[in-house]
């Protein structure tokens, strides 16, 4: 399953479960205005570790937060939807503040890009 520019859900998955670098990534809907953005992360370290993963401009007014990256992608939290099921009108436009084409580059080694495309996961998932 891939995203409106093309990134497959479980990459974005598997970053996400391992934590790496991920936190205030940013993305859009197809369908919502240009500055209509939204934002996921994982703070492990944060206030609150028994909730590490967070959604910001989503359904709820203060947030979203939760325990796994599955509770985060499954919740229901975007028009009463989740992003797995919206992960077709997602946008992704920056991992951790870097541009998806860099941060592709920089974590290819541990999260290889092309394999995902052909259905791969990260190894330990």
């Known amino acids: 399953m891939l995203s409106a520019n093309g990134i497959p859900f479980d990459y974005v998955l598997d970053l996400f479960r391992h934590n790496a670098g991920i936190d205030e990534t940013t993305f ?31 359904d709820q007014p203060d947030g979203f ?5 599955e509770d985060l992608f499954n919740a229901p939290i975007y028009g009463g939807r989740s992003l797995r099921e919206r992960w077709s009108e997602v946008k992704i436009h920056a991992f951790g503040y870097v541009p998806i084409e860099e941060f592709i580059k920089w974590h290819n080694a541990e999260f290889p890009f092309d394999s995902y495309l052909n259905g791969g996961r990260h190894e330990g998932s």
């Open 28 to 58: 859009s809907f197809v369908n919502a205005g240009a500055d209509d953005y939204h934002y996921l992360g994982c703070l492990p370290n944060g206030l609150h570790p028994e909730t590490p993963y967070w959604a910001g401009y989503c």
């Open 65 to 69: 937060s939760c325990a796994t990256a």
